[in-house]
């Protein structure tokens, strides 16, 4: 003997089940998206930083001296000179090692980490005797791919 009112209480507790259920899906697809979008920004974000760490060499004459004579391998530098180019290949690798841990499939991180190496020899000396002890395992093994699949 099941009354009117225990099927009306049955059916309110499915209808508010999935309701809830209903909630529950709209706001997991909205977390979502806001995820992606703040994965979008990431990835712009970290891209015009290395525009301008870029901009950076480029504006300061003196700077782009002491980096071309680097890149080269030819010429030697003083120990400042030396400092300021790790410090600017650092900085550099160290901005294309973030966008790639935000998105490690990302066309972008390819394309900056190849830039670098075929800039020219100075590059790869210089990764090779610090680039590889400053920088995250994971993201060394990435270049490592990179340096070995482009024989750079």
Known sequence: ???????????????????????AAFLASQLRLQISDSSESTRA???????????????????????????????????????????FLVSGFLRIQQLWENDNENSAVQTHVNIMFVTGPGIMTWYQNMGRFVLKQNFVEYVDREIEKNHF
């Open 1 to 23: 003997c099941v009354s009117m009112f225990e099927y009306i209480s049955v059916l309110t507790q499915m209808v508010t089940g999935l309701g809830t259920l209903a909630v």
């Open 45 to 87: 974000e970290l891209t015009n930083g290395i525009s301008n760490w870029i901009s950076l060499m480029i504006s300061d004459a003196g700077f782009t001296n002491i980096y071309l004579r680097a890149i080269e391998g030819k010429a030697p530098l003083t120990k400042d000179e030396r400092h300021r180019f790790n410090a």
